[in-house]
């Protein structure tokens, strides 16, 4: 609370937890993206598709920027943002003041934004329900494990937003970009 | 306010202005034109946002169509629409109401990622329905004139500095 107004709400985890979830995702990133996501069948023939299957599509099909996109936005941005959320929570549980993380920290104000795996897994929710009626779906390992690391992500940003928002009133408003 | 100030609230108004209206233009070929062609057993079909939005609800999957119909025609629309409020606001004097907009700031810079929805499920089924004569499908321009005004209204909520709404606020330049 400031100003009779609420900043931040959500769950406090601290450190320890912190880390724990963004390594946790970290390490669910792999699986998710080599193990099969989804497999349809149509009248004998099946078809196997990896979290990349649709990227390396549009690729092929010429459409090399949405490509991109939907590879920055689905995997890479988010493991990069796992990856950062590590290292500043590792850097509290750690003590490391010696290093100025200021930049990490604006990477991950960046990164927050383009980050949008939870929008993948609604995607993929809404593609299924809409084949279940032309082509038998099935859904695989690495969907699971995708969902299990867009959830880590979630948890150890949400610890970071309160960690920001904690720092923001302790420095005077000067850290959240906001004048004090 | 000084100056400097001035030329910041400038410079962030201009700038989101800018590309809220490039994402203004690029949105009409995306909603105009096919965004993907579905080929199954010899038949032919393209669909525009709005059809596919409509198909689902014709399936009788509601509240498919209500998600796809909400992220990807409502949100776009209503962000540019915010935006402009929130420009407008600022020329003509925000008087009192800085509180209230910069909610309305924050829900924009929140809702706009659900927009991309359309361009993830666009890449997950042509990556999945390969089946060669049975079924296959295919993306098609509108896609990518969507994807862009998408990532136009993400960069015009970027550009916006939401102290611009307090007049008291000091802002320093990018």
Redesign the interface.
Known sequence: MRCGTLLAQGVRLGPDGALVFSVTGLVLAVPAALLPF?S?G??G?E?I?LLF??????WE?G?R???V??FL??WLLPVLLLAALALLHASTRLGWRQFDFRTVRRAVRVLE??A?PE??V???L??L???G???V?TVGSGFWFYCAMVLSLLIAQRSFEFESADRSLSTGGSDAG??P | MNLRSARARFKSTSASAALALAAAVMLVPANLLPVLSTA?SGRNRSDTIFSGAVE?WQ?G?WV?AI??FTASILIPFLKLLGLAWLLFSIRRGVAGNARRLTRVYAAL?FIG??S??????V??????????E??TV??RGG??AF?AAV?LT?LAT?AFDP?ALWPA??LSPA
């Open positions: 989804v349809a149509k009248l023939a078809r598709s299957t649709g990227v390396t599509s549009l099909t459409m920027a949405l490509a996109l939907v936005g689905g934004h383009w949008i929008v993948q609604l995607a993929v809404v593609a329900m809409k084949l009626s032309v082509v779906v906001f004048p | 199954s689902l399936q999957l498919l998600i796809v810079d990622r659900w991309m929805l359309d361009v993830f499920l890449a997950f089924l042509t990556g999945l329905v390969r089946f060669g049975l079924s295919t993306p896609i990518v994807a990532v993400v970027r102290r606020a000091p």
